[in-house]
């Protein structure tokens, strides 16, 4: 009976996964994500409902759009099927059970799902255009304060750090909306300082240190890696290093969700 119930939410995961993938195209332009129809990017014909089965209708069709035979990229696959394997995992994180409905488990299943997702978007978002989506963090705030309240009521204490976490999240977009953003290069930089908040709400101090210091070996990596293609191309360093562009939300949002699933299985 179980094996059914995770075979559901894998599916659902990779629902998901085929949402966020329109979600990261749409967002960015200001366009609507639940009503509009989907249709290929190359031929704009409408998608059919086999057309949107995730992984399914990708293998059926080849990999190409069935109506004008444009590839379509194998990432959105993968990216469906990475999708569902992680709700797979936080699914058994929380120990999902039909024959123990445990509502408290459920609740934070489903908290912990919107969550991640999430940071999906985010990151997606972030890896095309280098930039934290304001929209997105209004929803991460709420989703916050959501939290707090249902962990507040459950365990009526040991949230006040995590209030400050959510006022200090609250002031910095107040500030962006209104005068920040004339100081800050496109104030990037508060965009991160709230994503960094928000993570540390979600995820406790352990994985959240743990979060910090990854993204910032993954930075470190990836100047090395920038550094010694500069040198290869004999361009000794002429560009600024202020002048590269790295998604570096989307460095902390990968590495926080593996750091959530790795701690959480260890019970580190
Ligand atoms: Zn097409």
Redesign the pocket.
Do not use: D, R, T
């Given at each position: 009976m179980n094996i059914i119930i995770y075979g559901l939410i894998f599916i659902i995961g990779t629902l998901f996964g085929s949402f966020f993938t329109l979600a990261v195209y749409r967002i960015p332009l200001g366009e609507d994500i639940l009503y509009k129809h989907s249709f290929?990017?190359?031929?704009?014909?409408k998608l059919t409902f086999t057309d949107l089965i995730p992984v399914v209708s990708y293998i059926a069709l080849g990999g190409k759009?069935?109506?004008?035979?444009?590839k379509i990229r194998i990432r959105y696959l993968l990216l469906e099927v990475l999708s569902g394997v992680v709700f797979l995992l936080v699914a058994l994180l929380f120990d999902v059970n039909v024959m123990i409905v445990n509502t408290k488990m459920v609740i934070y299943f489903l908290f912990y799902i919107l969550y991640i997702s999430s940071l999906f978007i985010i990151a997606g978002i972030d890896k095309e255009n280098i930039t934290i989506q304001r929209s997105l963090l209004v929803f991460a705030l709420i989703l916050s304060l959501c939290y707090m309240t249902y962990v507040y009521i459950l365990n009526n204490s040991v949230i006040y750090t995590y209030i400050i976490y959510l006022v200090c999240m609250i002031l910095l977009l107040i500030a962006d909306a209104f005068s920040l953003k004339k100081y800050l290069q496109k104030s990037y930089t508060v965009g991160i300082l709230a994503l960094s908040l928000y993570i540390m709400i979600f995820s406790g101090p352990t994985v959240s240190y743990l979060t910090i210091i990854l993204t910032l070996i993954i930075i470190g990596i990836r100047m090395i890696i920038i550094d010694i293609k500069e040198r290869k191309k004999k361009k000794i360093t002429t560009i600024a290093r202020d002048d590269i562009k790295m998604p570096i939300g989307f460095y902390l949002c990968v590495s926080n969700i593996l750091l959530i699933l790795i701690c959480n299985f260890l019970n580190v």
């Open positions: 290929c990017p190359n031929c704009k014909a759009c069935s109506h004008c035979g444009e």
